[in-house]
């Protein structure tokens, strides 16, 4: 194996390590909360040239409060048409989150992931 596969391998790892951590410590609510989020994000990211159309992902919510009570709600969009056996790096924009708090409306912690 070349290094820059075991590289790959050890990264997709770490990701489906941290994907898991966080669909443990962050609850999914489909409720009137989450709706206005997604009507929040997809304003916040139309048009934004450094992902693709919103269609091409899925998302998962997770909602908590912070160290204030205020309602955050964190999203992760994933790429749906990853297929079997493509070798991925860090996901590039296949992968993304963002954050709003619903107190506020502010967006933040907006990350893209990079190119390897």
């Known amino acids: 194996m070349t290094k820059k596969l075991i590289f790959s391998i050890i990264w997709l790892a770490v ?3 941290i994907i898991m951590y966080f669909s443990w410590n962050l609850q999914i609510h489909p409720d009137e909360d989450i709706q206005k989020a997604k009507v929040l994000f997809v304003n916040f ?4 040239q450094e992902i693709q159309k919103l269609s091409n992902y899925q998302v998962r919510y997770g909602k908590y409060l912070n160290e204030t009570g205020e309602k955050i709600i964190r999203a992760d969009y994933f790429c749906r048409y990853i297929k079997e056996g493509w070798t ?5 924009n296949c992968y993304f989150q963002v954050k ?4 506020t409306e502010e967006i933040f ?4 992931n990079g190119d390897a």
């Open 15 to 17: 990701v489906v390590l």
């Open 100 to 103: 709003v708090n619903l107190n």
């Open 45 to 48: 990211l139309s048009g934004r």
């Open 109 to 112: 912690n907006f990350m893209v």
């Open 88 to 92: 991925v790096s860090d996901w590039g």
